[in-house]
């Protein structure tokens, strides 16, 4: 099949590390694959090929499908295939409707709770992002990392399971738009800026000051996202 055989150096089969179920394995490799662009927003996929291609049964194939299913990643067709979500604005406006609920309130209330020590990761996580990597799983993880820096201190196993699937969702917007197309040296200053303003409001002190900065970044996201979003439908 041309569009798993186009696929298949995005995801080479490998061993399952330490702890690692074949469930963990396949969900992780294909979730790389969406995010990163490889499979680009549309791709049809055969499930009985991607078992053959990581060696094991169509069960954690299909569970791993089921899990990426759940972060809105992928759509589960009739029979035994599968499909990448397909980018949709209404979607992106959505999610971000949601964040903008949860985290500038949550950023208000935890900024009177974050200690010095708080301040040194925050410090330790800017610094590593602001000079990039060349591995771009990484560098999310550092921007996922510092923000949660600015909201973990006020937030419950609830907020942290809903900030989960929100992220989830939102990351393969930010990361077709930021990773996968041309985003201008502007873009990315603009983007360095943002995080240090973030910092600034955190250490301020002050709920009503990162509460504003938390909602404006969220909206400076948002907005980047659909102008992507457009210029992907377009090609």
Not at 33 to 41: E, H, I, R, T
Not at 157 to 171: G, K, P, T, V
């Amino acid at each position: 099949m041309a569009d798993v055989a186009e696929m298949t150096p995005e995801l080479p089969p490998q061993r399952p590390g330490a702890g690692d179920s074949a469930v963990d394995r396949v969900a992780a490799e294909i979730r790389r694959a969406v995010l990163s662009g490889a499979l680009p927003p549309g791709r049809k996929f055969a499930i009985a090929e991607l078992s053959a291609q990581f060696g094991v049964s169509h069960i954690p194939v299909r569970e791993a499908l089921r899990r990426l299913e759940a972060q809105g990643l992928i759509v589960l067709r009739p029979g035994r295939s599968a499909m990448v979500s397909p980018l949709d604005a209404g979607e992106l406006r959505a999610i971000f409707r949601l964040r903008q609920l949860l985290e500038p309130d949550l950023a208000a209330r935890s900024c009177v709770m974050l200690t010095d020590e708080d301040f040194e990761q925050a410090t330790r996580l800017l610094r590593a992002y602001i000079d990039g990597t060349s591995d771009p799983d990484h560098l999310w993880s550092l921007h996922h990392d510092l923000h949660m820096v600015y909201l973990r201190p006020a937030a419950t196993e609830w907020d942290l399971r809903i900030l989960a699937q929100l992220w989830n969702a939102s990351d393969r917007y930010t990361r077709v738009v930021f990773d996968t197309y041309a985003v201008s040296p502007q873009d990315r200053k603009a983007r360095e800026i943002a995080h240090r303003d973030l910092f600034a409001a955190a250490r301020s002190g002050s709920p009503a000051e990162i509460r504003r900065a938390v909602s404006g970044h969220l909206a400076d996201n948002e907005a980047a996202c659909l102008t992507g979003i457009a210029a992907v439908s377009s090609r």
